[in-house]
């Protein structure tokens, strides 16, 4: 059964610091690792990783993956109150319909204070 | 706003109700999903269409039953449901079977 563990399960810093949330996961057949943000209710898509693309960037926001070590680490530079929230990943395996098999960590909460 | 729309935003339900919750996505999308999340339990998924037809069911309890319409419309009917049940219902849509999921902004549903 895959599997994805997130850590730490919540972290609490101070506006402008920077921060490293790690996920670790067991597939079968790994395809993509995905991570998401969740402020309130919707999860909103941030970076796809795979096999041919394993580092993403959008502005403060960086991502990658070690296929290695089965891990991906997501870092927040320079961080404002507005990336408080709750960040997800997902991993999914080659399969006849990948996101069926797509699993999802319990997330880790992010809080920044001002 | 999300191109992924739910209705209603919050639901209170007896154990003998019977009630829907409906998803529109206007992203154009081929695929569309129903996740449960609890709290401190990762998302589940519950069902996948794509292309109004049912992909998978994962052993979901039959007092769930969903319904695909057309590509643009996913409906969970819901009866007899349990207080476990109570939830974040989130409905999502991808393009394809491998392409990043879009989420609506859920239904938060408590059983009484």
């Known amino acids: 059964e895959d599997k994805v563990v997130q850590s730490p399960l919540s972290l609490v810093v101070h506006e402008g610091d920077t921060v490293t949330l790690n996920c670790s996961y067991e597939?079968?057949?790994?395809?993509?690792l995905l991570w998401y943000k969740q402020e309130k209710k919707a999860p909103t898509f941030l970076f796809m990783l795979?096999?041919?693309?394993i580092e993403k960037k959008s502005g403060r926001l960086s991502s990658i993956l070690d296929k290695k070590e089965l891990s991906s680490i997501l870092n927040i530079t320079a961080t404002q109150t507005g990336d408080s929230a709750i960040y997800l990943c997902?991993?999914?395996?080659?399969?006849?319909?990948?996101?069926?098999?797509?699993?999802f960590g319990t997330g880790t909460r992010l809080t920044i204070i001002p | 706003e999300t191109g992924v729309t739910q209705t209603p935003r919050h639901l209170v339900m007896g154990m003998t109700n019977k009630k829907s919750l409906k998803c529109e996505q206007h992203?154009?999308?081929?695929?569309m999903y129903w996740y449960k999340q609890s709290a401190k339990k990762p998302l589940e998924l519950m069902f996948v269409?794509?292309?109004?037809?049912?992909?998978e069911n994962n052993s979901v309890p039959s007092r769930f039953s969903p319904e695909c319409p057309n590509s643009s419309h996913l409906f969970l009917h819901l009866h007899t449901l349990q207080p476990e049940d109570s939830a974040l219902y989130l409905c999502?849509?991808?393009?394809?079977?491998?392409?990043?999921?879009?989420f609506g902004n859920g239904t938060r549903l408590t059983v009484t």
């Open positions: 999502a849509s991808s393009q394809d079977a491998y392409s990043p999921l879009h």
């Open positions: 597939v079968t057949n790994f395809r993509s």
């Open positions: 795979t096999s041919s693309g």
């Open positions: 997902a991993v999914a395996p080659i399969s006849n319909f990948g996101n069926e098999k797509l699993t």
């Open positions: 992203l154009g999308h081929n695929a």
């Open positions: 269409y794509s292309l109004e037809e049912r992909v």
